[in-house]
């Protein structure tokens, strides 16, 4: 069993940064797999990005290349989103997700990821 906890949301306006923090606890190991995913107000939850416990492989979604970054630290057990250059449309309820995968790269969907946390408000002003 895997417990997820995020935090770091927040109010910031557009063109500020932000960094997300999602702490893991249980059975993490090489092919846990680490994500983010996002929904805003009528939209459905969409993949933001995703990283192997072993850093191996990692993937952003196409709308947050180039602004985010995720990386994750073994030793605190904890997975950071890095965001910066924040738009309005990143406006969402942030979820950390994490799910074991035995390919050579990360999963976009939410259906490999079993465990999930319970979201993290961040909100861009324009």
């Known amino acids: 069993q895997v417990h997820l906890v995020e935090s770091g949301g927040g109010l910031v306006q557009a063109g500020g940064s932000l960094r997300l923090s999602c702490a893991a606890s249980?059975?993490?190991?090489?092919?846990?797999?680490l994500g983010w995913f996002r929904q805003a107000p009528g939209k459905e939850r969409e993949f933001v990005a995703a990283?192997?416990?072993?850093?191996?492989?990692?993937d952003l979604a196409d709308s947050v290349k180039g602004r985010f970054t995720i990386s994750r630290d073994n030793a605190e057990n904890t997975v950071y989103l890095q965001m910066n250059s924040l738009k309005y449309e990143d406006t969402a309820l942030y979820y950390c997700?994490?799910?074991?995968?035995?390919?050579?790269?990360?999963?976009?969907?939410?259906?490999?990821?079993?465990?999930w946390g319970q979201g993290t408000q961040v909100t861009v002003s324009s």
């Open positions: 997700s994490g799910g074991y995968d035995y390919s050579a790269h990360v999963p976009r969907f939410m259906r490999n990821y079993n465990y």
């Open positions: 990283i192997k416990w072993s850093g191996l492989s990692s």
């Open positions: 249980g059975r993490t190991f090489g092919n846990f797999v």
